[in-house]
Structure formats: structure tokens, C-alpha cells
């Protein structure tokens, strides 16, 4: 079975403490995976796609690698203003319609 | 600004009430979606658009009707056989066809159950 899996489910983190979420997948074929930051109350925003393993994509304090198996989004010196849900999502090649999020993780950070 | 608008941002159900939940863009996109978010549970497909009179059933369609009269506007209607239907609505978009593209999502609707 299809499957995305975030860890961990929440994560506090000190201001310019640096740290990584992880989502995991397990697919028939990866056709891509993308990254989405999601505010209480909102909908989601996108960050990155990420297509082949060996990928990298950078922006601001965030950077989104990609390997056969996982995906790990990378915080550097975060600030309070990232504070957010963070999603990952994955689009399988055999069923192009068909998008597979995770459950995501919720960052806090504090000043 | 262009964007997808949705709208009310919060919406209450009596027993055996249908209810419809709006959702208009102007960005011009071809694709339409709607999801549903529940709490420890990724997002679900309910029910996509990727052309005006034509649409998909997603994962979750029981319970739920869309229609796609317009480009702009992709309505989604929760009827009374939906027996859960409290949880967080959000209907996206995407400029075209290629499943390559990424989404960009309205503001939500929280439904719940009175």
C-alpha cells in the first residue's frame, strides 16, 4: 500500500536551534514530492517540489533533500515566524491524479 | 490579487441538512480540487475538476456532489449521507492538467454539526 509518513508528529525548538523534519514513503514510483507549510486556520502554501533522489531545494531558512526512500526538510536558525504545520505530500507515477499526504508536523518555535 | 476564495469560513449542519460550500478562483487554473483535513489525517481527496462539466470522484466522494459550471467556481455540496461530516474543507487549484503542478489552496471551511 501507498503510504507517507511524517515524523515527528511536533517538534519545539529554541530560536536558531537548527533541525530537520523527516517524511518517509513508501510508493510504487515516486513521480514527485512536494513540500507545503500550513498556518492554524489556513491552507496550505507550497514550499518545494523535489523530484529525483540526490535533489535539493533551498528558500530562506529552509532547505527540502530528497533520497529513494525519504525527504527531509532542513531549518536553519529558525525564527518564531516559521512556526507552522508542515506538510509533505507525494505523487505516485502509476496514478498521476493521485496526491498522498502525510499527517505533518507541527513546529513551534520560541523566542 | 488572484487567489482562490472560499467561502463562509465557518459552517454549521443540522441533522439532515444538505450544505454547499463555495469556492471561486481567479487565477485562471484549469484543475480544481476539493479536500478534506481531520485532525492526525492527511488531507483526502474528495472530488477534482481538470475541465469545466467534467469531474472525478477522489477517495472519499460518498456523501458529497460537486459541480464545475464555470472555470472559476467548483462547489461542493455535503448532503445528509454524509454522517461525519465535521472537519476542515479546503478546495485547491492548478493551473493545468500536468499532475507535475503544484497546488495552491483557498483558506478553508471548518463544517460542523449542530
Request: with cysteine.
Given at each position: 500500500?501507498?503510504?507517507?509518513?511524517?515524523?515527528?508528529?511536533?517538534?519545539?525548538?529554541?530560536?536558531?536551534?537548527?533541525?530537520?523534519?523527516?517524511?518517509?514513503?513508501?510508493?510504487?514510483?515516486?513521480?514527485?514530492?512536494?513540500?507545503?507549510?500550513?498556518?492554524?486556520?489556513?491552507?496550505?502554501?507550497?514550499?518545494?517540489?523535489?523530484?529525483?533522489?540526490?535533489?535539493?531545494?533551498?528558500?530562506?531558512?529552509?532547505?527540502?533533500?530528497?533520497?529513494?526512500?525519504?525527504?527531509?526538510?532542513?531549518?536553519?536558525?529558525?525564527?518564531?515566524?516559521?512556526?507552522?504545520?508542515?506538510?509533505?505530500?507525494?505523487?505516485?507515477?502509476?496514478?498521476?491524479?493521485?496526491?498522498?499526504?502525510?499527517?505533518?508536523?507541527?513546529?513551534?518555535?520560541?523566542? | 490579487?488572484?487567489?482562490?476564495?472560499?467561502?463562509?469560513?465557518?459552517?454549521?449542519?443540522?441533522?439532515?441538512?444538505?450544505?454547499?460550500?463555495?469556492?471561486?478562483?481567479?487565477?485562471?487554473?484549469?484543475?480544481?480540487y476539493w479536500y478534506r483535513?481531520?485532525?492526525?489525517?492527511?488531507l483526502?481527496l474528495?472530488?477534482?475538476?481538470?475541465?469545466?462539466?467534467?469531474?472525478?470522484?477522489?477517495?472519499?466522494?460518498?456523501?458529497?456532489?460537486?459541480?464545475?459550471?464555470?472555470?472559476?467556481?467548483?462547489?461542493?455540496?455535503?448532503?445528509?449521507?454524509?454522517?461525519?461530516?465535521?472537519?476542515?474543507?479546503l478546495?485547491?487549484?492548478?493551473?493545468?492538467?500536468?499532475?507535475?503542478?503544484?497546488?495552491?489552496?483557498?483558506?478553508?471551511?471548518?463544517?460542523?454539526?449542530?
Amino acid at each position: 500500500e501507498d503510504q507517507v509518513t511524517q515524523s515527528p508528529e511536533a517538534l519545539r525548538l529554541q530560536e536558531g536551534e537548527s533541525s530537520s523534519l523527516n517524511c518517509s514513503y513508501t510508493v510504487s514510483g515516486l513521480r514527485g514530492l512536494f513540500w507545503y507549510r500550513q498556518d492554524p486556520g489556513k491552507g496550505p502554501e507550497f514550499l518545494f517540489t523535489l523530484y529525483s533522489a540526490g535533489e535539493e531545494k533551498e528558500k530562506e531558512r529552509l532547505k527540502a533533500t530528497l533520497t529513494k526512500k525519504e525527504s527531509f526538510l532542513h531549518i536553519t536558525a529558525p525564527k518564531p515566524e516559521d512556526s507552522a504545520t508542515y506538510l509533505c505530500a507525494v505523487r505516485i507515477s502509476y496514478n498521476t491524479d493521485k496526491l498522498i499526504f502525510g499527517t505533518g508536523t507541527r513546529l513551534q518555535v520560541f523566542p | 490579487d488572484g487567489g482562490i476564495t472560499q467561502s463562509p469560513k465557518y459552517l454549521f449542519r443540522k441533522e439532515g441538512q444538505n450544505v454547499t460550500l463555495s469556492c471561486e478562483q481567479n487565477l485562471n487554473h484549469d484543475a480544481m480540487y476539493w479536500y478534506r483535513q481531520d485532525p492526525g489525517q492527511g488531507l483526502r481527496l474528495i472530488y477534482y475538476s481538470q475541465i469545466v462539466n467534467d469531474f472525478q470522484k477522489g477517495d472519499i466522494a460518498e456523501g458529497y456532489s460537486v459541480s464545475r459550471e464555470k472555470k472559476e467556481s467548483f462547489p461542493l455540496t455535503v448532503t445528509s449521507a454524509q454522517k461525519n461530516p465535521t472537519a476542515f474543507y479546503l478546495c485547491a487549484s492548478s493551473p493545468t492538467r500536468d499532475r507535475d503542478e503544484k497546488l495552491f489552496f483557498g483558506s478553508g471551511t471548518q463544517l460542523s454539526v449542530l
